[in-house]
């Protein structure tokens, strides 16, 4: 059933073997190319409505061979809201906000690792490992559970306890390290050689990004087949903003998306683990390994970010930008955005919030310009990161009057 | 636009103005009556599907003026989850979960707060007050500020991060009582008496039930317009469950579902706050105060039911059942779901797990009938409740093998 035409290292174009361990250069990563021609003759957009309301609406889009082998738990197709108020506040009126926090783990992680696990155990993987700084952990966790496989989830000693909750109890052989994370990438990549088990880390197979595309997709179709003219994406290894582009550039191929310029792709980093950022200021299409790593504990940990040349020509081809805050300005947007909207993001979103309150003061965005912010996680995994919150207290049978 | 009819106390059927202080006595409540028979004259089943992927798509049966009023962030439309190897462990192979802890702030109360906020708004009230163990407190404070209402939280000194955190951040007055909690109603009381608030208690005004009545109308449509043989529901104030066989009833008034037996209906309790259960096993139709609150931090601390005669009844019409559980096997049963089967619910919902198996041992349930159990929260509202979770550490460099 599937439409999968080949498997493709995007920068080298050599031919990657589904389900065997990755062969491309660091900095490139493999690709999945779908025979588009047939599906558009084959599949019709309007058909989408009547799918399910997850993710697997677009299986014509995705690499297993049939969506019944789903190990899927009900992820995706998570709401747009509308934020004016926040937009308002911004200086952005049109500002919507994708909230996948609605996801069955609480993050957009969710997405790769359904359609990973799924498409691994069509494919016979036993096994898979990756490093994690914990969002990743908890989904994998919880959908290689789903699809019958053992899960190897390495994680930095600060993982939040919801992820790690997550890790744990749904079985996953959890390892905390104890060092400094750019360590952690060596280890599985030891690990894989030593133990056979399959790496399914950042863009290290093709299927996590092939599941995160689907971000973009529904982007598309929620706004009745149009795009918005920003997209703010907080960015760790780079996985997600990649996938979203690549789903636009499947859709106008497929006429299913009118063709035209693609939004300007705004990635925001945390101040303290910012490599991408130093890359887009220097002008330079790569990034270097991001020494003293200082953000708190949760995503936007990757000191070398594996998506790097890819992220950076997107946001070239764009006119995007790369934009670091700091973690007190991040938080202090995450509970602005509560504050004025009644949403509940992670602080890992406040750094795009505070980064499009940038992007449109440096001219970046302009406020006619329609912004969408990913927002990747609910603040239910990242409690203890946000300041302690003040309350009054009475005693019993006293009076409620402020 | 509204199809409401009456507003009527459930047992005196007194008469109820919309918007004004609840006027039923305790252990009546006021109901929501609609017009049903122009209803479905006026709209047809099938359109439901070209709704929004919300409860808003059950607009007709909802108690707004103009849906386009609601207060929303997406809230509702939750996936049933296919369960095979927890219902093979349970002894109820066709189990199916249906996850709430996919709303917007983690829990089903969301689909109360929304639907209400939403009504009270287009009623002009300004400020809401209510006690709430801490689920409907955080998502109260995110639909009071997505409707502009203010909102007055008093939630116990045991509450959940998590739930603090969004009252608190959401910009409600957040009040800890100092104190045993069922002294927590009269202080509610006290307070709309002396500062004119509206209060949005359990079955205190009609809107929060409307709300939660969409659960019973999606269970419905996601199973195809049938029902399960059997409903377990964590029980606390008894608003949920009194809620679902409402929704029931009324799709069999439209001839949406074919008339016939409603599923048994199972609540299940901690025992150490088990009020509706001890009624239960006693043969009575009401249930007294429960004196030795016990139970973990979160949801379930209703010692004084106010839905208790109604869903008494409900059980008594449905051939059902109310079970307890204690807080040590509800936890370790939500700990083997997560184990089997990838799903993350709160403790909470471990009454229900246990509480299913001990109906099917008792046989109050048997393996051939289909079984759903509401996850009512997400475990990320409940961490620090979990048992503190193994895990292996290594240092950088070393061995991930086991």
Same mark, same amino acid.
């Given at each position: 059933?599937?439409y999968?035409?080949?498997?493709?290292?995007w920068?080298?174009?050599?031919?990657?073997t589904?389900g065997?361990p990755a062969?491309?250069?660091?900095?490139?990563?493999?690709?999945?190319?779908?025979?588009?021609?047939?599906?558009?003759?084959?599949?019709?957009?309007?058909k989408?409505?009547?799918?399910?309301?997850?993710l697997?609406?677009?299986?014509?889009?995705?690499?297993?061979?049939?969506?019944?082998?789903?190990?899927?738990?009900?992820?995706?197709?998570?709401?747009?809201?509308?934020?004016? =108020?926040?937009?308002? #506040?911004?200086?952005?009126?049109? $500002?919507? !906000? +994708?909230?996948?926090?609605? /996801?069955? *783990?609480g993050?957009?992680?969710?997405?790769? =690792?359904?359609?990973? #696990?799924?498409?691994?155990?069509? $494919?016979? !993987? +036993?096994?898979?490992?990756? /490093?994690? *700084?914990g969002?990743?952990?908890?989904?994998?966790?919880?959908?290689?559970?789903?699809?019958?496989?053992?899960?190897?989830?390495?994680?930095?000693?600060?993982?939040?306890?919801a992820?790690?909750?997550q890790?744990?109890?749904?079985g996953?052989?959890?390892?905390?390290?104890?060092?400094?994370w750019?360590?952690?990438?060596?280890?599985?990549?030891?690990?894989?050689?030593?133990?056979?088990?399959?790496?399914?880390?950042?863009?290290k197979?093709?299927?996590?990004l092939?599941g995160?595309?689907?971000?973009?997709?529904?982007?598309?179709?929620?706004?009745?087949?149009?795009?918005?003219?920003?997209?703010?994406?907080?960015?760790g290894?780079?996985?997600g903003?990649?996938?979203?582009?690549?789903?636009?550039r499947?859709?106008m191929?497929l006429?299913?998306?009118?063709?035209?310029?693609?939004?300007?792709?705004?990635?925001?980093?945390?101040?303290?683990?910012?490599?991408?950022?130093?890359?887009?200021?220097a002008?330079?299409?790569?990034?270097?390994?991001?020494?003293?790593?200082?953000?708190?504990?949760?995503?936007?940990k990757s000191?070398?970010?594996?998506?790097?040349?890819?992220?950076?020509?997107i946001?070239?081809?764009?006119n995007?930008?790369?934009?670091?805050?700091t973690?007190?300005?991040?938080?202090?947007?995450?509970?602005?955005?509560?504050?004025?909207?009644?949403l509940?993001?992670?602080?890992?979103?406040?750094?795009?919030?505070?980064?499009?309150?940038?992007?449109?003061?440096q001219?970046m965005?302009?406020?006619?310009?329609?912004?969408?912010?990913?927002?990747?996680?609910?603040g239910?995994?990242?409690?203890?990161?946000?300041?302690?919150?003040k309350f009054?207290?009475?005693?019993?049978?006293?009076?409620?009057?402020?």
């Open positions: 059933m599937s999968v035409k080949d498997i493709i290292c920068k080298s174009g050599a031919s990657v589904d065997t062969i491309c250069e660091p900095g490139d990563f493999p690709e999945v190319h779908y025979d588009l021609s047939r599906l558009a003759k084959e599949f019709d957009r309007d989408l409505s009547h799918g399910p309301s997850s697997w609406r677009y299986w014509p889009l995705l690499p297993v061979d049939d969506p019944d082998n789903a190990a899927t738990l009900g992820e995706g197709w998570t709401p747009i809201v509308q934020t004016p =108020a926040l937009g308002k #506040a911004l200086g952005s009126p049109q $500002l919507v !906000i +994708k909230d996948e926090g609605r /996801n069955p *783990s993050t957009f992680k969710d997405r790769g =690792a359904c359609v990973a #696990a799924t498409r691994l155990r069509e $494919l016979g !993987i +036993k096994t898979i490992v990756h /490093n994690s *700084s969002n990743a952990g908890g989904a994998w966790g919880m959908y290689a559970k789903r699809a019958g496989l053992n899960c190897v989830n390495l994680l930095p000693n600060d993982v939040l306890p992820s790690l909750c890790s744990v109890y749904s996953a052989d959890t390892i905390l390290l104890d060092g400094e750019k360590h952690s990438g060596p280890m599985v990549a030891e690990a894989v050689q030593k133990m056979g088990w399959f790496n399914v880390g950042t863009f197979e093709p299927h996590r092939e995160k595309k689907t971000m973009g997709l529904e982007i598309a179709e929620q706004l009745g087949w149009t795009l918005p003219d920003v997209i703010v994406y907080p960015t290894g780079g996985l903003a990649v996938a979203i582009y690549k789903a636009f499947e859709l191929t006429g299913w998306l009118p063709k035209g310029p693609l939004p300007k792709l705004i990635v925001t980093q945390y101040a303290g683990c910012a490599p991408v950022v130093k890359a887009f200021e002008g330079v299409d790569h990034a270097d390994l991001w020494e003293d790593l200082d953000v708190p504990p949760g995503g936007l000191t070398r970010p594996p998506g790097d040349q890819a992220l950076l020509k946001i070239k081809e764009t995007g930008a790369a934009i670091s805050v973690t007190e300005d991040a938080i202090a947007a995450t509970t602005q955005a509560i504050d004025l909207e009644g509940f993001p992670c602080p890992e979103v406040g750094t795009s919030i505070e980064g499009l309150r940038k992007a449109l003061a001219g965005v302009t406020s006619d310009e329609k912004a969408l912010i990913m927002s990747t996680g609910s239910l995994k990242s409690v203890p990161v946000f300041p302690t919150p009054r207290t009475v005693e019993a049978g006293g009076s409620l009057s402020p």
